[in-house]
């Protein structure tokens, strides 16, 4: 593991740190929640939640931006900013026409938002604790494949949606242990 005792890089890891536990628990509540309520149907309830996720994206990249200007990270931030914006108005659009039309938006911006994530990654490796998130946004273009071809299937449902959630939010897990370790290498 690469770590790098710089004012910035010790700036910066714990904000990210903590960030990265706040973005594993609400994946994870929020993946729990939708896949015991929006199964196969857009309920009001799965709605929300749905548009609720890249909502949220937009937070937590706001945070990450705020904390991360001094790396010259924060441009990708403020693309995601826009992409995950523009997912949680599409997605409330999309809600309306059912699973298929949500699978087919959330594929697109998971496609979108894991190339972003994987670039602002690959800028941070000096970090330390990072892979995970590279891994990440990799995974992510592939899940996002993955939602907008599932979307034509027979029976289409969010529960996929649920797993990658889960996913994500381990990757933020681990990647928040590993910053932590790079931290007490310094």
Known sequence: MTTVDTPTAGGIAPALRRLYFVRFAFAIVW????????????????????????????????????????TGTARGLYV?????????????????????????????????????????ALGRRKLGGQWPMILSGGISVLAGANFVIGASAANPSLANVAGYAVLGGIFFLVSAIRLGRAAKGN
């Open 31 to 70: 993946a729990v929640l939708l896949f015991v309520t929006s199964k196969s149907a857009v309920g009001p309830i799965g709605v929300v939640l749905v548009v609720l996720y890249p909502l949220f994206d937009v937070a937590a990249a706001v945070v990450d931006a705020r904390s991360s200007r001094a």
């Open 80 to 120: 995601n900013i826009a992409i995950s914006l523009l997912a949680g108005i599409g997605i409330a659009i999309a809600s309306a026409s059912g699973v298929p039309a949500v699978l087919r938006v959330w594929g697109a911006w998971a496609i979108v938002a894991g190339l972003v994530q994987l670039i602002v």
